[in-house]
């Protein structure tokens, strides 16, 4: 992206090349190979030193060497004379969805013992465990979650896990917290068949062998359609990609997953509640009732930046939280979803789904 930038000024030297000198400035002009490409790509020479990333700073001191000693220091402008807070998006509340409370008859953190180096896996019962049970389990790249029902689709418990780059580790971890239930339970239940879905179907689907290997896409329209019959138009956001899917009679008639970049995504969300301090249980609840200032819907990069400008004009947590999620569900809307598809049974899925806040910035 850079070459491109500066690049469309090589237009008027018939290929030789930027006009010398060249400096290149900046943190990123330290890493070797990043220079070399790039003169590679100008076909100039850049010129780097070993303080090329402090011409930041000395640039600043530069220019007040410049100015008569003893002369008074430009004072910056109080905090109370810059520009008043302003809002673009009025205060968070949930009117129109019908929005679930998350709760089984008795949930629990499990701790795996035989799986080394495997995370907690939180355990949510629906109904007294049966003998006869089919699993289904969805890898993300983010979270693995997995779903105990019986042949008559009743469920009876749900599991959840930290995917932390090891798929494999966190279905283990699954397993060994569902045969850990069942032994507490007093019940050996047969697996009649299981089911995979999910970044990491296709590897943990075959070393656990399962019946069953599903694209997310097919997974997420018939669930949607077996809970809400008439479900036209899914939104999915999980932790790294999101997904729109419309539908039509059950069947799926087109399908979108973002391709550009992560911005509209779970994972961005959690890194800036861990920045502000905010676990993700409390994400929701801090911000609704909440007005938020516009940031940037284009990358991450940009929603950080407009993050940071305004924890310097002291905007409250609350207010920045909820402008990180309309940031992406703009970012959503532009880039994932296409809006003139969207119909009239909509149905929210994926991990962020359990963000009531960012359901009330979909309405």
Excluded: W
């Amino acid at each position: 992206n850079i070459a491109d930038t500066v690049g469309g000024s090589r237009s008027g030297h018939d290929g030789e090349g930027l006009p010398q000198p060249v400096v290149f400035a900046g943190g990123v002009s330290r890493n070797p190979a990043v220079v070399e490409h790039l003169e590679r790509l100008l076909g100039s020479r850049l010129q780097v030193d070993e303080h090329s990333h402090l011409y930041g700073a000395i640039g600043a001191c530069l220019l007040r060497l410049e100015e008569p000693l003893g002369a008074p220091v430009r004072q910056p402008i109080a905090l109370e004379e810059q520009e008043p807070k302003r809002y673009f998006h009025p205060p968070l509340s949930l009117k129109l969805s019908s929005y679930p409370q998350f709760r089984g008859e008795s949930s629990y953190v499990f701790e795996p013992r035989v799986v080394t180096e495997a995370l907690p896996v939180e355990v949510d019962l629906y109904a007294p465990l049966e003998d006869r049970v089919i699993l289904g389990i969805d890898i993300g790249s983010t979270s693995t979650k997995a779903i105990a029902v019986t042949p008559a689709r009743r469920v009876l418990a749900g599991f959840y896990t930290r995917t932390a780059g090891r798929p494999l580790t966190a279905v283990r971890a699954i397993l060994e917290a569902f045969a850990a239930l069942a032994v507490e339970k007093g019940v050996k239940p047969e697996i009649l068949a299981v089911g995979t879905t999910g970044a990491g179907r296709k590897y943990a689907g075959q070393v656990i062998g399962a019946d069953l290997i599903m694209n997310e896409i097919s997974a997420h329209a018939r669930a949607a359609c077996e809970l809400h019959p008439g479900t036209d138009t899914i939104i999915e956001i999980g932790g790294q990609d999101s997904k729109f899917t419309t539908l039509r009679d059950g069947q799926v008639t087109f399908a979108q997953m973002n391709t550009v970049c992560a911005a509209g995504t779970g994972s961005f969300l959690e890194e800036q509640a861990a920045r502000l301090g905010v676990s993700l249980s409390e994400y929701s609840r801090r911000c609704e009732g909440a007005a938020a200032p516009l940031a940037s819907d284009r990358c991450t990069v940009f929603m950080e930046r407009d993050i940071n400008h305004y924890l310097a004009r002291k905007y409250t947590v609350e207010e920045i939280l909820a402008a990180a999620l309309h940031s992406v569900s703009e970012n959503y809307l532009l880039k994932v979803a296409s809006e003139a598809l969207i119909g009239k049974t909509i149905s929210f899925q994926g991990a962020t789904a359990k963000n009531r806040a960012l359901v009330a910035v979909f309405e």
